[in-house]
Structure formats: structure tokens, C-alpha cells
């Protein structure tokens, strides 16, 4: 007896389909499963009979020959369990409903539970490309699944609710659609807590604008943590599109809840600095996405940079240009993308009062410069800001005044970035920070006196071409916070301006 089911498989970010064919027959009692499964998928044969037991079903006596097509393509995981077990009852004649245009995921436990899987959302999506009409998931993923509109979802508890829904006697109710809540940034970090530095607000407000990337240096205590982590306070908001990107990967990655199963807002990731390459940029025998990814359309903050790994570090150089990272494993390549805004934060140093103008470094000269150079010229080079920290006026602390609101502050970033859409519409760019070079000059139109004073600083100071570029970009973003279409010498000169910090701690 032969029965066919369908099911969705997964590798990297890229959903397949999967049929399930059963052929049960005669023979030595046997149950076999081929098509390249991993051992988890073998050991579906022990969860699948123990299910059937708590069901009241006895297995088949018989030759069981499961084939999980297409045949060359590697499965893996117990993603699979749910549709095997659907396939076993419709060639056992147990279950003689249609089910085609019906696709099952999920893994189903020994005593008939169906439990959670990790990377339902870019399964789903798939499903609806192909015009599958009802996907049936473990119950705790179907909000998840939700989210996506125009195919069937049913969330499934254990095997008997899946018995009897298609027996007719107790159907499983299809979820309701998933509408996200509007996004509301809800955490109470603001920018309004830190007391003066105009400086490095003005630089974060620029960072946020454009998508840069900021670096910022200086003493401990100054600020810096407390600065970067109020960069979510003044984001602009998801688009859908990009909301279903970045949740993808925490799909894949088991990391949504039934009660957060869209991320609506940026995502902001500050791994501690003791991660692993494959941590931060992702990797493992089955490659999963690294923090790099997991910030996708967000911020990736880095604190006490110089503190990482120095190879950790390097290995996002290509990453951080290519916005996306691939890692190669014999099973084929995956790619998962990294479209994100890099935050660092750093001591000039290793006591923290190199360059401070107001207590003595106790450094040497050495370790001044070998703690520097654990930030390599071309990593510092993709930093587009260069923020330094001074620290707090007494004035500033004591103030009265209250501080500017991140909300404020945002509803500038969130105009600046009306600007860039309308001038990116058509292309791939979504801001400033990611006009590719042949799009530059195009892009950053600049009157004759802007035209001079960037010709003068390139002369002067030696620019390589990609800190030119940069310099460009943080300039266009500049001339945006200013609603100047065109860009003017002061808009060069105050991106000049957050270019200093390689000349004045990393020139000797
Ligand atoms: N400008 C400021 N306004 C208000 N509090 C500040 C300011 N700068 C520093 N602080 C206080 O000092 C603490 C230490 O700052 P932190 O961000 O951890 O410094 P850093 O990361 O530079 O070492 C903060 O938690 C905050 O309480
Ligand atoms: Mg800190």
C-alpha cells in the first residue's frame, strides 16, 4: 500500500519542498527511511512507533519503506515527524481523507505530543509560493506561521487531535491570522538620561539617519555603553518586508515565542566579547546565523571592542561590505544576511585616559599602541562616525534644563529617512550608508565650494578611497538631516570632522 504526504524541509534561509512516500508491503517487519536522512530523521522510526502506541495503533507488521524526496537533497532534523506519521496512518488505510494541498511540519514526541521546530516562518513562506493551500504546524508555532497571509494554518496539539480532525470527528480550528501590534518602541532607555554630550548625540542621530556605522572612544565612565544603548530610542521603524527578513532568521535560529512571533522592532544584539567567530558571524557543522545576522536591519554593538578577539574581529570585515555572510560546509553553501549598523565602543587604552585631557595616562607608548592595534587600519576604516566620548561637564550633570527626548530626536532621523526612500525608489538601496560606488556621485550632488573642501581634505589628509566614499555618504546624511538636497561645504566639513579619530590615536 502506497500513500504520498508532503512536508517542508529547511537549509540555511531556503525552505524546500519534501513529499513523504510510504510503501508498505509485505515482508519482513522492517521500517526504513531513505532520501538522505540525518540520524535525527532515522530516529523518527522510534518516535513515530511510540506515537502510534499512545494513540492505541499498532505498527505494521510488515515492510515499511519510507522515501523522502527529492532523494539528493540532505534532510535533517524531526521536522519531518509529523508528515511520516500521517503517511504511516494513510497507508495503514486509517485515514482515507485527501489531504493533498495540505503540507505537515513538526516534531512529534514518544507520547504523541507535537512539539515546536525551529524555522517555521521561511517553511510557510515557501508553502504559499507554491500554492500549498494549509500547512499544519505544532501548536506553539502557529502564530509564527500566522503571520503569513493567504494559506491555512492549523496548530497542533498532539497526534490525536491530528487523528481525529481528519477522521472528521473533532476538526482543528485554522488560526486566526497574525496582524503584528503596531510598533511602538517601548523600552525606557532614553536619550533624555544622558546629561550634555551634544557631540556624540548629534553623531548617533547622524549614525541612525544614514544606517552608518559608529565607533566611540573613550575614557571609562564617559559614557559610552550608556550612549549606544539608547540607539533602538531613536531607530526608525521596521518595514513588513524587512520585519519577515530579520524573523526568518530568528525563525531558523528557535528564538521567536508564541507571543512575540514577529520581530516588529530593529533588532539591537551586544554579544559579550569573549564570542567565538562562529558566534558573532555564524558557522557550526549545520551553519546557523551569527550575531551579525540575528541584528539584520539593525544594530549590532560591540562594547569594549578592543577587548574581542582580534581574528573574531577581522572576520567581519567582508561581511560588513557584502552585507551578507556565506559559509561553505560539504552539504552545500548557505548565506544568511547581515544588513546592519556596527556600533563600537572602546578605551583609547588600556588604564581608559589616553588623549584625556583632564587625568594622566599610565600607559606606555607600547601598550598604548598595541592596544590600539587590536583595531586593524581596514576594520577602522568601516567605521563611517568616529565618535570621541569627552567626559561629562560638571556643568552638564548639574544642569537643570531637561535633555532632549529620543523621541524628538527621532521624528528628524524618521524625516531624513523619508528623503532617502524617495530618492532610493527603484533600486536596492533603503539609505545612505548602502549607495554602492557607481551610484556615488550620482547620489551625492555637491556644489563648487563642497567640491573644493573635500577636494583640499583628500589632498591633505591622505584619504584612501573607501574613507573618501564615507566621508561622502555621512555627508549625504548630513545634507538630509539639514533637508539640503544638494551638498554643501558645511555638510563636508562636519563629516571631515568624525574622520578624526585614525589621525589622532592610530597615525603613530
Ligand atoms: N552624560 C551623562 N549623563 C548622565 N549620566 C552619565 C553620563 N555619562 C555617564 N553617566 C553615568 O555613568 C555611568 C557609566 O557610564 P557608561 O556608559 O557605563 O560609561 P563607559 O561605557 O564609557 O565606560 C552611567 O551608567 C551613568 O550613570
Ligand atoms: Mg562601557
Not at 527511511?33 to 540520524?39: C, H, K, M, S
Not at 493551500?133 to 502564530?143: G, K, Q, S
Not at 544622558?194 to 553623531?203: D, I, L, T
Not at 574581529?313 to 560546509?329: F, N, S
Request: overall charge neutral.
Amino acid at each position: 500500500m502506497f500513500a504520498k504526504v508532503s512536508s517542508l524541509g529547511l537549509f540555511g534561509l531556503n525552505a524546500f519542498h519534501v513529499d513523504v512516500e510510504i510503501d508498505i508491503s509485505r515482508g519482513n517487519p522492517q521500517f526504513d527511511i531513505v532520501g538522505l536522512p540525518d540520524a535525527v530523521v532515522r530516529e523518527s522510526r522510534d518516535r513515530i512507533r511510540a506515537a502510534l502506541r499512545a494513540c492505541s495503533i499498532n505498527f505494521p507488521v510488515a515492510a515499511v519503506m519510507v522515501n523522502l524526496a527529492p532523494a539528493d537533497t540532505k534532510k535533517s532534523g524531526s521536522v519531518h515527524d509529523m508528515a511520516i506519521f500521517m503517511a504511516v496512518l494513510k497507508a495503514m488505510r486509517m485515514i482515507d481523507t485527501e489531504t493533498d494541498g495540505c503540507a505537515f511540519i513538526g516534531e512529534i514526541s514518544l507520547n504523541g505530543d507535537i512539539r515546536r521546530i525551529n524555522g517555521v516562518l521561511p517553511m510557510v513562506m515557501l508553502a504559499r509560493e507554491e500554492g500549498v493551500r494549509a500547512v499544519f504546524v505544532p501548536a506553539e508555532n502557529a502564530a509564527e506561521a500566522s503571520v503569513i497571509d493567504g494559506i491555512e494554518i492549523y496548530g497542533v496539539r498532539n497526534a490525536n487531535e491530528l487523528i481525529s480532525h481528519f477522521r472528521g470527528q473533532e476538526p482543528i480550528k485554522p488560526s486566526e491570522r497574525y496582524i503584528p501590534p503596531e510598533t511602538a518602541y517601548t523600552d525606557t532607555l532614553d536619550f533624555a538620561d544622558v546629561r550634555g554630550q551634544q557631540f556624540a548625540k548629534k553623531a548617533l542621530e547622524i549614525a541612525a539617519a544614514g544606517g552608518h556605522n559608529a565607533l566611540l572612544i573613550g575614557a571609562p565612565g564617559s559614557g559610552k555603553s550608556m550612549l549606544a544603548k539608547r540607539m533602538p530610542s531613536i531607530l526608525p521603524a521596521l518595514t513588513f518586508d524587512e520585519a519577515l527578513e530579520t524573523t526568518k532568521i530568528h525563525s531558523i535560529s528557535g528564538l521567536l515565542t508564541p507571543e512575540t512571533p514577529i520581530i516588529t522592532t530593529r533588532p539591537f544584539r551586544s554579544p559579550h566579547h569573549t564570542i567565538s567567530a562562529a558566534g558573532l558571524a555564524g558557522g557550526g557543522s549545520i551553519p546557523h546565523p551569527g550575531e551579525v545576522s540575528l541584528a539584520h536591519n539593525g544594530v549590532l554593538f560591540l562594547d569594549e571592542l578592543a577587548e574581542f578577539d582580534r581574528r573574531t574581529l577581522e572576520i567581519l570585515r567582508q561581511p560588513l561590505e557584502d552585507r551578507k555572510v556565506t559559509i561553505a560546509r560539504s552539504s552545500g553553501t548557505v548565506t544568511y544576511p547581515c544588513t546592519i549598523m556596527l556600533i563600537g565602543a572602546m578605551n583609547p587604552c588600556p588604564c581608559g585616559y589616553y588623549g584625556n585631557p583632564k587625568r594622566k595616562c599610565t600607559c606606555t607608548p607600547n601598550k598604548v599602541a598595541a592596544y590600539l592595534s587590536k583595531i586593524s587600519g581596514p576594520l577602522l576604516d568601516r567605521f563611517d562616525l568616529h565618535i570621541e566620548v569627552a567626559p561629562v561637564e560638571f556643568d552638564d550633570l548639574s544642569a537643570k534644563t531637561a535633555e532632549e527626548s529620543s523621541a524628538n530626536i527621532r521624528k528628524r532621523v524618521v524625516a531624513a529617512r523619508q528623503l532617502q526612500t524617495e530618492r532610493f525608489r527603484g533600486t536596492p538601496i533603503t539609505c545612505n550608508a548602502l549607495i554602492t560606488a557607481d551610484k556615488l556621485q550620482g547620489f551625492c550632488p555637491m556644489d563648487d565650494d563642497a567640491l573644493l573642501l573635500i577636494k583640499g581634505v583628500f589632498d591633505r589628509l591622505g584619504l584612501s578611497a573607501r574613507a573618501y566614499d564615507r566621508i561622502l555618504k555621512v555627508a549625504r546624511t548630513i545634507a538630509d538631516l539639514d533637508g539640503s538636497e544638494v551638498i554643501r561645504k558645511n555638510h563636508i566639513a562636519a563629516a571631515v570632522q568624525y574622520r578624526s579619530l585614525d589621525r589622532k590615536y592610530w597615525a603613530g
